[in-house]
């Protein structure tokens, strides 16, 4: 009986620590993404570096990631091979903050070889219009063109697929 209460015990410590590391994981980010956009997704109308125009309001109807990088970004690099893979399941834009001229990015993407959807900010006014001060920094809107998730710093792949299904379908 002893024995069993112990490990009761030991089981809701654990619970607890877990939940207290949860906390300040999702702490941590609410303070990161503080001067982020919310609500309403800003507006993004653009060129694509292949030269197509995007624009974010005629994409309703479907989630949406809108990932924020930079070439000179090294977890930007690190992440990279998971935008990718999202850009072949999902509705992806991403946004290159500062990152050099069009045929410096399309050199950067082709050596790379990556074939997601990029925008070049070069001056940056598209990531201050999303109060992006840093990279990299994913945001997830729903159907209706709102903001639900924002992610500053790494993300997984199941961290993403998971915010694009509680967006999709809840």
Known sequence: MKNRQKNNNKFVRILLQLL???AVIIG???????DAASGAAPPLSAATLAGEHFDLHKQ???????????????????????????????????VAMSSGSDEELRAYMRDHGL??????????????AWGVAAVPATFVIDAGGE??????GYST????????WLVEYF
């Open 157 to 164: 792949r199941l961290g993403l697929t998971a915010r694009h």
């Open 60 to 94: 309703r109807g479907r989630p949406l990631f809108v990932h924020f990088w930079a070439e000179w970004c090294p977890i930007c690099a690190f992440e990279q091979d998971t935008v990718e893979a999202l850009s072949r399941d999902y509705q992806v834009i991403t």
């Open 28 to 34: 941590v980010n609410m303070w990161r993404s503080r």
């Open 115 to 128: 074939g997601f959807r990029v925008i070049n900010d070069q001056q940056g006014q598209i990531a201050a």
């Open 147 to 152: 903001i639900r998730f924002v992610e500053m």
């Open 20 to 22: 207290l590391i949860l």
